[in-house]
C-alpha cells in the first residue's frame, strides 16, 4: 500500500521533533496519537471512548472506538450488551471490552489547535524526562557550557542538551559572566520541579576544587593521590590535604606540578584563589600544624573526646596563624574538622602562671599549709586536693625538702577536707531534694548530684529520662563555625561513654529495661562460643 503524502509527512515530522528533542521517536509519535485522540473526542462526544494509533512504519491512522461488554446496557455511547458482543467475538466475557472503527474525520482549526496543545505538552514532559534522567546520575561532575542570560545575578548554562543555573551565591565573589561566555562548573544537585528538572552547578564548593585537581594531577585520576579534605574561602584562599599512597611519590609536588603549572591552572579556572596544598597526615597534632602553615607552631595540646586543640605559636607568628580576617585558622579548622585556638607564648605562659598561683591558694586553704609548702605542690605537678589525698604516699614524700611524715600529714588533711566538703555538699543535696536512690548510680559523685538537683533532676526516674547531650553537651558544625552547647555535668570530666552507661543503669534501677534487654541471649551466646576460640588462640601463641 502507497504511502500517502500526509501519512509521510506525519512521520517526517516526529523524525524531525525527535532528532531536536533528543527523544524517542515512538514517544512523539504516541504523542500525537493522544492529540488525535483529543481532536476525535470533541468530534465525537468527549464521553465516547475513542482510541486512536498511528502505524509507526505507514503513518495510517485508525481511529477506533471501545465499548465496556455489560449485561444490561445504560449508556449505548460506551457500553454493548454480553449477546451482541458475542455475535462478534463468542469468547467475549462481561467486563472485557470491544472496539469498533470509527470514520476518518477532518480537523477543524479548535480541534488543530488543541491538538498542536497536546502534542507540544507531551514532547515537552518527555525532554524533561529526558534531561532529568540523563543528569541525575551525574551529580559530582564538572560540566562545560555557554551563558545563555544572566538573570537577577544568577547564571543560566546552556550545556547543549539541558539547561542549568548558577545561583548568585554560588559563584566565586566579583566573578561576572555576560551572554557568550564558556564556563566551567560542578554539578551538585538535579531535582524534579513543577517547572521541569533544575540542574543546579557550583562554582564555590570545595568539591569543584577537588574534582580539578583531579582533571589536572593524573595521580589523583590514577588514585596514587587521594584528596582527604579541601576548604575553601572562595575567590580569595583554600587549602587542600593530600595523601600519597606510593611512598616514592611526594604527594604536594604531585599537585603543584613542573614549575607550578598544575596548581597554576587551577588557580587560573578559580579567579586566581590561592591555594595551600598540605601534606595530610593520621596524626591530629601534625596534620594541625602542617594546616596552619606558614606560621610556625611550637606547642599544642589535644582534647580529643571534644575535637579541640590548642596551639602556641610564637608571638610574632600571631597575626601569621590567625590570618586576615581570622582567615587561616578559620580554613584550617574546617579543612582538619577541629576547633582551633591559637594562643602566643606570652598568653600561655601567663595562663600558666595563673593556674599555678591558683593551685598555690586552693592547697593552702585546703591543706592549710604555708605559701613555700603549696607552691612546692603545684610545681610538681599537683592540680587538685583529690590528686594529693589519693596518689602514692612516695610521690609527695620524693619533693625536695618533704619526708614520709611530711607527705602522711599532708594526706591527712586532704582527705580530711574531703571528707568535710563532702559533707556539706551532701546536705546540700538533701535541700535539693535529690533522691537517695541516686547515689547508687556508679560513678555519679555528691558534686554531680548537686549540680543535678540545681537543673532540676533529682528522682531516679528524672535521671533515667536524660539523654547523653543533655550531661555532657554537644556541638553543632554551621557554615565551618562550630558551636557548643553545655551539659549539665560540663567540668567533671565525665566522657559520653560513661555519661550513657550511668543513664541506661538508672533505666534498668527504674524498670524502664530489662537485664534481657540490655543482654539480648543471643548475643550471650555469641560471646560464649567466642570464649573458647580465644582461650585456644591464645594457648596455640
Excluded at 485 to 501: C, K, M, Q, T
Aim: aromatic residues 6%; charged residues 30%; negative net charge.
Amino acid at each position: 500500500m502507497a504511502v500517502s503524502a500526509n501519512r509521510l509527512e506525519l512521520l517526517q515530522i516526529a523524525d524531525a521533533v525527535a532528532r531536536e528533542k533528543s527523544i524517542d521517536r515512538q514517544i512523539v509519535i504516541q504523542a500525537m496519537a493522544d492529540a488525535i485522540q483529543k481532536a476525535a473526542r470533541s468530534r465525537y462526544g468527549q464521553e465516547t471512548d475513542v482510541l486512536a494509533d498511528i502505524d509507526s512504519k505507514t503513518g495510517e491512522i485508525k481511529l477506533q472506538r471501545r465499548l465496556l461488554v455489560v449485561d444490561q446496557v445504560e449508556d449505548y455511547g460506551t457500553q454493548i450488551p454480553l449477546e451482541l458482543a458475542r455475535d462478534r467475538n463468542p469468547d467475549i466475557q462481561l467486563g472485557d471490552y470491544v472496539t469498533e472503527p470509527l470514520p476518518p474525520m477532518d480537523f477543524g482549526r479548535i480541534a488543530a489547535q488543541s491538538a498542536k496543545q497536546v502534542i507540544v505538552q507531551k514532547v515537552r514532559e518527555a525532554e524533561r524526562d529526558r534531561q532529568y534522567d540523563e543528569y541525575k546520575d551525574r551529580v559530582g561532575e564538572i560540566v562545560n557550557g555557554t551563558v545563555k542570560r544572566v538573570e537577577y545575578g544568577n547564571v543560566i548554562v546552556d550545556l547543549g542538551r539541558a539547561e542549568a543555573i548558577i545561583r548568585r551565591d554560588e559563584m566565586i565573589p566579583r566573578e561576572n559572566f555576560r551572554y557568550g561566555d564558556r564556563v566551567r562548573a560542578y554539578i551538585y544537585d538535579v531535582r524534579r520541579e513543577q517547572r521541569g528538572p533544575q540542574i543546579f552547578l557550583s562554582r564555590t564548593r570545595p568539591e569543584f576544587m577537588a574534582k580539578l585537581f583531579t582533571m589536572e594531577v593524573p595521580e589523583i585520576y590514577d588514585g596514587i593521590i587521594e584528596i582527604k579534605s579541601v576548604a575553601r574561602d572562595p575567590g580569595s584562599r583554600a587549602k587542600i590535604a593530600v595523601i600519597s599512597r606510593d611512598s616514592s611519590i611526594d604527594p604536594v609536588g604531585a599537585c603543584v606540578g613542573m614549575r607550578g603549572s598544575r596548581v597554576q591552572a587551577v588557580v587560573g579556572e578559580l579567579q586566581g584563589e590561592k591555594i595551600d596544598i598540605i601534606p595530610w597526615s593520621p596524626d591530629a597534632a601534625s596534620f594541625i600544624v602542617n594546616a596552619l602553615q606558614p606560621a610556625e607552631v611550637t606547642k599544642v595540646v589535644l582534647d580529643e573526646e571534644a575535637e579541640r586543640i590548642e596551639v602556641v605559636v610564637p608571638d610574632d607568628q600571631l597575626s601569621l596563624a590567625i590570618g586576615r580576617r581570622g582567615q587561616n585558622v578559620r580554613l584550617a579548622s574546617q579543612l582538619t574538622g577541629w576547633d582551633i585556638d591559637i594562643l602566643t607564648e606570652q598568653e600561655e605562659s601567663e595562663r600558666r602562671q595563673a593556674e599555678f598561683v591558683e593551685n598555690t591558694n586552693t592547697f593552702m586553704e585546703a591543706l592549710n599549709v604555708d605559701e613555700m609548702v603549696a607552691q612546692l605542690l603545684a610545681s610538681e605537678g599537683f592540680t587538685s586536693v583529690e590528686e594529693v589525698a589519693y596518689v602514692d604516699q612516695d610521690e609527695i614524700a620524693t619533693i625536695e625538702g618533704f619526708d614520709e611524715n611530711t607527705a602522711e600529714e599532708l594526706q591527712a588533711r586532704a582527705r580530711e577536707f574531703l571528707d568535710r566538703l563532702e559533707a556539706e555538699l551532701d546536705e546540700e543535696r538533701k535541700q535539693l531534694g535529690v533522691s537517695d536512690d541516686l547515689r547508687g548510680i556508679d560513678g555519679l559523685t555528691t558534686a554531680m548530684l548537686v549540680a543535678l538537683g540545681k537543673q532540676g533532676i533529682k528522682s531516679l526516674e528524672d535521671f533515667a529520662g536524660c539523654a547523653s547531650d543533655d550531661l555532657v553537651g554537644w556541638s553543632e558544625r554551621k557554615a565551618g563555625e562550630t558551636t557548643r552547647y553545655p551539659g549539665i555535668l560540663d567540668g567533671f570530666n565525665l566522657s559520653r561513654v560513661e555519661a550513657e552507661r550511668m543513664i541506661m543503669d538508672a533505666r534498668l534501677k527504674a524498670g524502664w529495661v530489662s537485664e534481657a534487654d540490655l543482654y539480648p541471649p543471643e548475643a550471650e551466646a555469641a560471646e560464649d562460643e567466642a570464649e573458647p576460640d580465644a582461650a585456644g588462640e591464645a594457648a596455640t601463641v
